[in-house]
């Protein structure tokens, strides 16, 4: 694991543990494997496979997420997203349907047989979300957001953490660690790209933090090349990349009309998009030793 500095009197202190030792792969050799959603549909992270979660960045309606799920489930993705409650920029933008968006997420999953994951912004609304979602994704907004963390940490559904805009990889840890430590040993982690300098993407996609995790955690990694790149045309080039590096699932947006999309949608593939993606991912995922 990465050395952390710590002040001599603290090194000295006995007893004090590591700052992410649940998640630490060295204290906890062999990897986590996270299953998400029950029976026939259930897909798992962190072991051969790599699946492909796919949706739209919200649900804005019926006739939107049955064409992203049907689409997806044709594609051969193997979870469903799509924000019911979302974390916007700008508090005049969409915010997402709230509890109808879980239902019509719920709709989906009885229709495509697909598990499904959305985003769950606040403590109180923990019990909510995890009546209708297979998994309790934590968005890059609020991976600091300890309440929470401790929140999604008791509950009963596998956890989707994604990395801060200005999270370091040792950040991202010790938030996982949270969830652990609250009695939640299912997290998968997600890289989504992080805030530079550089203007010509909207985020910088980190791949190497995929490698980096690797070295440091048990944990699954999955990596966002939609948030990661914000461009639609770049999304398949960081896809197969990233599935390369190694990670163990991907995170794509997928819109049937992306330039109507009310978030995102610039960085939304469409479904034909998702279908040509598909064999592709694929392909390098056998060649690196791993399958769809
Ligand atoms: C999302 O997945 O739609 C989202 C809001 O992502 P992030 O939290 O990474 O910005
Ligand atoms: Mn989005």
Known sequence: MVPIEKSASEAEIEGVPEPYALASLELHPGRTVVTVGRGTGAVTFGGARVPVVAGPCAVESWEQLEAVARAARAAGARLLRGG?????????????????????????????????VTEVMSPDAVGLVAE??????????????????????RASKPVLLKRALSGTIEELLMAAEYV?????PEVILCERGIRTFERATRNTLDLSAVPVLKELTHLP??????????????????????????????????????????????QSLTPADLEALVPRLAAVASAVGREL
């Open 84 to 116: 019911a409650f979302k974390p916007r920029s700008s508090p005049y933008t969409f915010q997402g349907l709230g509890e109808e968006g879980l239902k019509l997420l719920a709709r989906a999953r009885e229709l495509t047989g697909l598990p499904v």
């Open 132 to 153: 209708y979602a297979d998994c309790l994704q934590i968005g890059a907004r609020n991976m600091q957001n300890y309440d929470l963390l401790r929140a999604v940490g």
């Open 180 to 184: 652990l430590a609250a009695g939640n």
């Open 221 to 266: 990694v999955l990596v966002d090349p939609s948030h990661g790149t914000g461009k639609r045309s770049l999304v398949p080039a960081m896809a197969l990349a990233a599935v390369a590096a190694g990670a163990d699932g991907l995170l794509l947006e997928v819109h049937p009309d992306p330039a109507r999309a009310r978030s995102d949608g610039p």
